[in-house]
């Protein structure tokens, strides 16, 4: 592993190996957060073609287009960013947005997020995505869910995941 | 010999005409003395024997008297003293030409009509030549000799006149002599003819005539007054060319060796590259080409789908670092902002916790 670890240092460009492992500023976030706004709406426009075609194929000669308002859609986007916030957090640490954008959720001691703790994190995230612009401010650049559950977000480039972390339980 | 005697006596005992073939027939070639083997056949013949019986045969056939063995001795002896005699004329001839260029030119009546000293020189010759003569009939005509000389000795006019006898019988043989000599020179001639270049044989076998020269001879001296344009005026070149295989010269070339001397640089260096693709028609090379099977055999080389893949995760790869490391230097300078307006010194960047990942750490 250190042989492969010396290769992809160097496969960093300047600046980015020494950066591993801190925690991220705004503008990195933001971008992950764009990025999974993305996902998400894709994924629900996905899912929307997709229950058109079920419909589609049940009554070709009555198809017609599934009515979806704003509201509708907004809905079903909050219930998939949710969950696809949880299951990337609780899994690699890392939704698509911050994989891309090469960062890591880490729990309170460093290690993987519990699912509980990613579920409210996610919930909270979703309700209030305004919270990740206190990182700009914060010293230790937190969002305001990170004061909440005690997470941080970090740069990480590598594709090893931390060790899980059984504790649950949310810290101040 | 004597096998080969009896081979012709066996050879000869297969022709016996008996039983079946009583005719020989008159076309068969036969040996000298077939005859006379044949009707000998049960004797213990000895080569002696048939060549007494060939003579015989011939004797026979010829209808004339072949001459004894003396008689063939006599001949050879006769052959010897003519041949003698020829050279002796030679050297004698030879000699009184230069005794006589010598010699001041006196009158021509001292001299007389004829000269003496020829004279006598043939008359010499012309004994030698009745010797030869007498010698070769010897064996044969003794007694028919010996009588007439003798009463040719005991003549009066011998007796009565020596002196003019003497000088009659030396111009007698002395005519004799005259009469013989062309055919003695001649004799004398193909004898040297024949004994000359025996004698060089022997010579060159003896000498070694390399060393010789290398010893006598200033072979650069000669060298140097050959005039060799002339001599190459008169080589035909073409025909010495037909004559030489070339392709064996060729395949006795070391052409690795030829390679590695051969001043590629310079030959390169002289070439007008331009000039020769101007007169290049590529067209036509082109048109030789099968552009399709050759772009086949590439592509089945290549992975090309492996190397799409590659190629696009690279970009890829770059271009997602590229957009982290805008993202790392974006989040600094916000950072750097914002502190500067809230004057604080610098962010506690590291997080807590045992496992945080590290620049070091592999992925």
Same mark, same amino acid.
């Given at each position: ?25 705004? $503008? ?46 907004? $809905? ?36 993987? $997020? ?11 995230? $979703? ?46 | ?50 060549? @007494? ?38 050297? @004698?001839? @030879? ?269």
């Amino acid at each position: 592993m250190s042989g492969a670890a010396a290769t992809s240092a160097r496969a960093f460009p300047a600046g980015a190996a020494e950066r591993q492992g801190l925690r991220a500023g705004v $503008v990195s976030r933001t971008g992950a957060m764009v990025i999974d706004i993305a996902y998400v709406a894709m994924l629900v426009a996905a899912g929307y073609a997709a229950y058109a075609g079920f419909r589609f194929l049940r009554k070709p000669a009555q198809f017609t287009f599934p009515e979806m308002t704003m509201t509708e859609a907004a $809905v079903y986007g909050y219930v998939v960013a949710v969950l696809m916030l949880t299951m990337s957090w609780t899994g690699t640490g890392r939704s698509g947005g911050a994989r891309l954008m090469g960062l890591r959720l880490l729990g309170p001691a460093g290690a993987r $997020v519990g699912l509980v703790r990613a579920f409210l994190r996610a919930v909270t995230c $979703v309700a209030f995505p305004l919270g990740l612009f206190w990182s700009a401010v914060s010293k230790r650049n937190a969002s305001v869910h990170d004061v909440i559950f005690g997470t941080s977000v970090v740069y990480d480039w590598h594709d090893r995941v931390p060790e899980a972390r059984t504790d649950d339980a949310p810290t101040s | 010999m004597a096998g080969g005697a009896s081979a012709v006596h066996d050879v000869r005992m297969d022709h016996i005409p008996i039983g079946d073939h009583p005719d020989e027939p008159d076309n068969v070639v036969r040996l000298p003395g077939a005859g006379e083997v044949e009707d000998r056949a049960d004797d213990d013949m000895s080569y002696e024997d048939a060549l @007494a019986a060939d003579a015989e045969s011939d004797d026979e056939e010829d209808g004339t008297s072949a001459p004894a063995p003396g008689s063939q001795v006599a001949a050879l002896l006769e052959q010897g003293m003519k041949v003698s005699a020829g050279l002796f004329a030679a050297g @004698a001839t @030879a000699l009184a030409d230069a005794l006589r260029s010598t010699m001041p030119k006196d009158d021509e009546e001292a001299t007389g009509p004829k000269d003496p000293a020829a004279t006598l020189a043939g008359a010499g010759l012309g004994a030698a030549v009745t010797a030869a003569e007498a010698a070769a009939g010897a064996a044969k005509q003794v007694a028919d000799t010996v009588g007439p000389a003798v009463t040719w000795l005991i003549e009066p006019r011998f007796a009565k006149d020596a002196g003019e006898m003497a000088a009659g019988a030396a111009r007698v043989l002395d005519g004799q002599w005259k009469a013989s000599q062309a055919e003695m020179v001649e004799l004398a001639t193909s004898f040297l003819g024949s004994l000359v270049p025996e004698i060089a044989r022997g010579l060159a076998d003896q000498v070694d005539l390399t060393a010789l020269v290398r010893e006598r001879v200033d072979v650069n001296a000669i060298v140097e007054d050959v005039d060799i344009d002339r001599i190459l005026d008169r080589v035909d070149i073409d025909a010495v060319i037909d004559r030489v295989d070339i392709d064996e010269i060729v395949a006795r070339v070391d052409m690795e060796r030829l390679a590695r001397s051969f001043p590629v640089e310079t030959i390169v260096d002289r070439v007008d590259v331009d000039r020769v693709i101007e007169r290049t028609d590529l067209v036509a090379i082109i048109d030789r080409l099968d552009l399709a099977e050759i772009a086949e055999e590439v592509i089945d080389e290549i992975d090309l789908p492996r190397l799409v893949r590659e190629s696009s995760g690279i970009m890829a790869n770059e271009t997602v670092q590229t957009v982290r490391v805008q993202g790392m230097n974006a989040d600094r300078l916000v950072s750097r902002v914002v502190d500067k307006v809230l004057r604080r010194e610098a962010r506690e960047l590291l997080p807590s916790g045992p496992s945080a990942p590290t620049g070091d750490e592999a992925p």
